[in-house]
């Protein structure tokens, strides 16, 4: 993929909303885990959550009459979307909204919204139901809520892939972007899991930790003691451009997006295959698209799923590619601080990962105390690592076997005004 | 509460302003941009208010609230 360039972020993120708050806090390893205050949550095995706490300073510019109307998981899109405009000085005014897109990834829609409804339908009948309802809830929400409130017309899409929605969503747009069909792309995830049904489904899955007594401790990939992992609500949006473009703009310039690959393990409905043969395939074939050598790869921001076969698989596929070297490339799992937001993860991830590339620094995955031998990784525990990034690989996982992994670039070129 | 404070109250928190702002000559599509999801909205506000039953074309974009309130005393039998 030819300089398509990051050139804004938005992050609504239990550490922080706003770039650099969220990076502040994620660079000490401090966990932002806490039991679910939203509802009760006592009879779930899981109740522990990373949340947002704090979105309304940020939400001045949206009317009470449109925030009824929305679900929380549009509400955080429409925040991160505005922070990544203006992360990257962007007036919309000065481009052509026809030639603007939107490409988001989620993986359950609107829930929170969702839920009360349904549970009015079932008490009150077809006049309990918020007419709302309809708009509000389905996993296009958001794309239609951002399009709707800035006036964009482009060509857009809304992707579904479990876990790896949004690390897809990216990449599709940033293709759009280098067919030459869109001049601007604003691209990510959001996820509102932290409802009563969502929770459950959640934990029906099986895959999340029952550590609630030690919540800040409970999310441990690569760890020995692992249980699974956390889930976690936010929104992670960026502003992608043309290399050129975004030179003429003099606008910020982050990183390249150097490649993006997918497959899917064809396995198990859970289960990931559990020697990481297609991942290690899809990061191959990543490699290969991005002109990356082998030994230029300096870091890794794993999925580390915090389960047995996730972990174990993940570092397999790590180990089949890099051979000996893959003991010595940096691998971390920042979101252990602040939980996995599902669908939003892939693109809060590629934030994590090129704020590292900025300031030099790869956050930590914290709880890493008994690293587990079957993941011979070399994983930055605990304590953030001083350390360039210049090429940096980010994978994403889903049900269903799903396997996504982009290749980043440092491009590094401030806003010029 | 008179029907015309319970009306506007309903209008009001429909379109979440206070009741003083819901101007009782404007109409709902031209003077409170309402989309058609809002007037089943305040349709739906109104029948619980009230407990009374509109046809979708009673409560539309031209009505006002001033048509909202006569509405309703007629349908209660005040008018």
Redesign the interface.
């Given at each position: 993929m030819k300089d398509i360039v990051i050139t804004g972020m938005g992050v609504v993120a239990p550490p922080g909303i706003g770039k650099s708050v969220f990076w502040r806090h994620i660079r000490d390893g401090r966990s932002f885990i806490s039991p679910i205050t939203r509802f009760d949550a006592s009879l779930y095995p899981s109740r522990i959550a990373g949340q947002i706490k704090e979105l309304e300073p940020y939400s001045q510019n949206l009317?009470?009459?449109l925030l009824?109307?929305i679900d929380l998981f549009s509400h955080m899109a429409l925040v991160a979307s505005e922070l990544a405009l203006k992360d990257g000085n962007i007036d919309l005014g000065q481009f052509d909204l026809k030639r603007t897109g939107i490409f988001m990834g989620n993986a359950i829609g609107g829930w929170l919204f969702a839920e009360t409804e349904l549970r009015d339908l079932y008490l009150e009948g077809r006049?309990g139901v918020?007419?709302?309802m309809?708009?509000a809830w389905f996993p296009a929400a958001p794309q239609g809520q951002i399009s709707i409130y800035y006036g964009i017309k482009g060509y857009s899409k809304t992707l579904i892939a479990d876990r790896a929605g949004s690390l897809m969503a990216i990449a599709y747009g940033a293709r759009i972007l280098e067919r030459g069909k869109l001049d601007l792309v604003l691209a990510g995830g959001m996820e509102a899991p932290v409802t009563p049904y969502a929770l459950l489904c959640c934990n029906t899955y099986g895959a999340l930790s029952t550590n609630n007594n030690n919540h800040e401790a409970a999310y441990r990939p690569f760890d020995a003691k692992r249980d699974g992992f956390v889930i976690a609500e936010g929104a992670g949006i960026m502003t992608l451009e043309r290399l050129e473009d975004a030179r003429r703009r003099q606008a910020p310039v982050y990183a390249a997006i150097r490649g993006f690959q997918t497959n899917t393990d064809g396995y198990d409905r859970i289960k990931p295959e559990p020697n990481g043969t297609f991942l290690a395939r899809a990061i191959e074939d990543v490699l290969k698209e991005a002109g990356f050598s082998k030994d230029s790869v300096d870091y890794i921001c794993a999925d580390g799923a915090a389960t047995t076969d996730g972990d174990v698989s993940e570092a397999r596929a790590i180990a089949k590619v890099f051979g000996k070297r893959a003991k010595e490339i940096p691998v971390s799992v920042p979101k252990a601080m602040f939980g996995n937001m599902l669908g939003a993860q892939g693109s809060v991830d590629v934030i994590t990962t090129v704020l590292s590339m900025m300031h030099d620094t790869i956050c930590p995955t914290i709880n890493y105390e008994n690293p587990d031998p079957a993941c011979d990784l070399d994983c930055v525990g605990n304590k953030a690592r001083h350390q360039p990034v210049k090429r940096a690989l980010v994978i994403s996982r889903g049900r269903g076997g799903i396997n996504a992994v982009m290749a980043l670039e440092k491009m590094w070129e401030p806003h010029k005004h | 509460m008179s029907i015309e404070q319970d009306v506007k109250e309903v209008i009001a928190q429909t379109?979440?302003?206070t009741p003083d702002e819901v101007a009782l000559d404007a109409t709902l599509a031209a003077g409170f941009s309402m989309d058609s999801?809002?007037f089943?909205?305040l349709r739906?506000a109104l029948?619980?208010k009230f407990d009374l039953k509109f046809d979708a074309n009673e409560v539309s974009k031209n009505s006002t609230p001033k048509d909202i309130i006569a509405l309703v005393a007629s349908k209660k039998g005040q008018s």
């Open positions: 009317s009470p009459r009824k109307k006049d918020s007419p709302f309809a708009s | 379109l979440s302003v999801t809002e089943v909205d739906v029948e619980k």
